[in-house]
């Protein structure tokens, strides 16, 4: 099967530091050429794959500008055209399917996003010429107005995700530093609980909406940053892969506490690769991902986070790896996508 695949011009396929779609994008394409596909990866110049690579920009734009994401989509398509491919496969979020619905290729797009009601106004628009992908069933429960043609879970690299039972004596949070990822809570918790929390993730810059920064920047100088002492609560900041995969490796428990419906979650399946329980409240694609005391706990409050904090280590680091090859692995995802694949081109004949 020859396949496109057009990931973000944002971030670098796969990140170096902090990325999602990106991650997911890369850890589908790989395997998807050891099945025998013949893949072309739309992506940054400096992306590394195994597929061949087109790019518009060399490197990853700076912010998240939605123009440059337009500009990108556009000469992706422009250059796609002038081959024969038996499906396009779209991640990029605001504008990927509206010149996808003009095109006489097969195509797909993985809805990465979350419930911006703009974002899926505009998708909606699509309902009846183009198909989705959900990242959980929850995910596409909350969003009925999209033309979902079937769930697709996220996978991680176990080989790079390693797997550890020697873990210290800290807390951990991974994320962007957005008040719907709920860090300030995590700080809460481990105040309480006396426990070291370590802090990895950006806090982002978003040039296209200037109240959204704002609110982004006063989030971290008023519920974060006072907050961190570099002892107890320790803010660590954007890592490379390496660093972020030790820091996950040697946790007692990744600390979850989600204000949203997040879609997926793929910092959870991270930790869990690693060997390392994830205490999650219980909301968007969580209870799809963790299994209540066998790998973590799912929970509703800070109060029930604390509590599950303390019988973390019933939980076996072993059951948390096997459960993430079990359903999360690479060769899945990819086996799931050629399936899905399979029945848009199908729905095009």
């Not at 990822?181 to 481990?190: E, N, S, T, V």
């Not at 070291?196 to 920064?213: R, W």
């Amino acid at each position: 099967m020859k396949i496109a695949q057009i990931s973000t011009s944002w971030l670098r396929t796969p990140p170096t530091t902090y990325g999602g779609t990106e991650a997911v994008v890369s850890v589908l394409t790989e395997p998807l050429i050891a099945l025998g596909c013949d893949v072309t990866l739309c992506a940054t110049g400096d992306s590394v794959t195994q597929a061949k690579l087109w790019s518009w920009f060399d490197a990853p734009t700076p912010g998240y500008r939605i123009t440059d994401e337009m500009i990108y989509v556009v000469k992706a398509y422009a250059y796609l055209r002038q081959s024969h491919f038996d499906i396009i496969h779209n991640h990029t979020y605001h504008v990927g399917p509206a010149p996808l619905s003009l095109m006489q290729t097969p195509s797909v797009t993985t809805y990465h996003g979350a419930y911006d009601p703009v974002a899926t106004a505009f998708h909606a628009n699509f309902a009846s010429t183009h198909r989705y992908i959900s990242l959980s069933k929850r995910h596409r429960e909350l969003l009925p107005q999209l033309n979902w043609i079937d769930t697709v879970y996220n996978a991680v690299d176990t080989s790079e995700f390693t797997f550890e039972t020697d873990k210290d004596d800290y807390l951990l949070f991974v994320g962007a530093l957005l008040p719907w990822k709920g860090a300030h809570l995590a700080i809460q918790a481990a105040k309480t609980l006396g426990q070291h929390l370590k802090i990895v993730g950006p806090v982002q810059k978003i040039e296209d909406n200037s109240s959204t920064q704002n609110m982004v920047e006063s989030y971290y100088s008023q519920e974060i940053a006072p907050k961190v002492d570099g002892h107890l609560i320790e803010y660590v900041g954007e890592v490379s892969l390496s660093h972020k995969i030790a820091l996950y490796q040697h946790a007692k428990a990744l600390l979850v506490p989600l204000l949203w419906e997040e879609p997926f979650g793929l910092t959870m399946i991270e930790a869990l690769a690693c060997g390392t329980p994830v205490i999650a409240f219980n909301k968007g694609a969580a209870p799809e991902i963790i299994v209540h005391e066998q790998v973590g706990f799912l929970v509703n409050n800070v109060e029930e986070m604390l509590a599950a904090t303390k019988q973390i280590e019933r939980i076996s680091p072993q059951a948390c790896r096997e459960h993430v090859e079990r359903h999360f692995n690479p060769q899945i995802m990819a086996q799931r996508y050629l399936e899905v694949y399979a029945q848009v081109i199908s729905a095009y004949k």
